[in-house]
């Protein structure tokens, strides 16, 4: 799934179609259980996957779309009410990534923050792409902001009290592709591309938009049901 969101970022830059999406299906796993590498037992467990959404990229006409699947995928995430119910987890924050977009004339799309905390000891890998490389932007337009995956670990902090006021949690970057053992308290938030943006900001645009022609049918107006389009 990675590799096809790059080949279609290479096919539409050739063709200067449009600006970079976020190129990347930031594909998300976590469970546990399964076969045991010191025994030939099997541990009854769960296991589950999602892909994140992103920016799409601006084009010569439109600007990018925000927290959206592009290229080749079309999944759907999970309800947050049905995430937290059927699986051990608290979903603390799902959002768009404010100021993750390029900017220009057509600006591209935010990605989104999705924030997960465990309740219990799971195995978490995260699979992504555009942690390094920024989505690129197209005829004078910015790049997008690149990815980013954080693990929220327990770690000590000395002094005395309960067990768990000796902790305090450290903020590590996974990297974009990593494998992880979390305990429960633990959150891992990945943090989505945005979408370049197309041409340089302040421009006027040259697109032609169409109306909507259903407006010009109520006016009535014979004129107005012909002018359908506009220049701006």
């Known amino acids: 799934m990675l590799t096809s969101q790059r080949v279609t970022d290479v096919i539409l830059r050739c063709f200067q179609a449009c600006a970079a999406s976020q190129g990347d299906c930031n594909n998300l796993t976590f469970g546990f259980g399964g076969n045991s590498a ?6 009854k467990g769960f296991g589950y996957y999602e892909t994140i959404a992103g920016g799409s990229g601006a084009g010569p006409t439109w600007d990018g779309t925000n927290g959206v699947h592009t290229h080749m995928t079309n999944t759907r995430i999970t309800d947050a009410e049905v995430f937290e119910r059927r699986y051990p987890v608290i979903l603390r924050e799902f959002g768009l990534r404010s100021g993750s977009a390029g900017k220009g004339q057509h600006p591209g799309g935010e990605g989104v923050i999705r924030d997960i905390e465990f309740r219990i000891p799971v195995q978490v890998s995260i699979l992504s792409e555009r942690r390094v490389y920024r989505p690129y932007g197209l005829a004078g337009g910015e790049d997008a902001e690149c990815g980013v995956n954080y693990w929220m670990r327990k770690v000590p902090k000395g002094g005395s009290g309960p067990d768990e006021e000796k902790l305090k949690f450290r903020k590590i970057s996974l990297g974009g592709k990593n494998t992880a053992s979390m305990v429960a ?15 340089k900001s302040g421009e006027e645009s040259k697109a032609i938009r169409r109306k909507d022609e259903r407006a010009s049918w109520r006016k009535g107006s014979l004129a107005q049901r012909a002018d359908t389009q506009e220049t701006i």
Do not use: D
């Open 38 to 43: 010191e025994s030939e037992t099997v541990t």
């Open 185 to 199: 308290g633990e959150r891992i938030i990945v943090c989505t591309p945005g979408g370049g943006g197309w041409g």
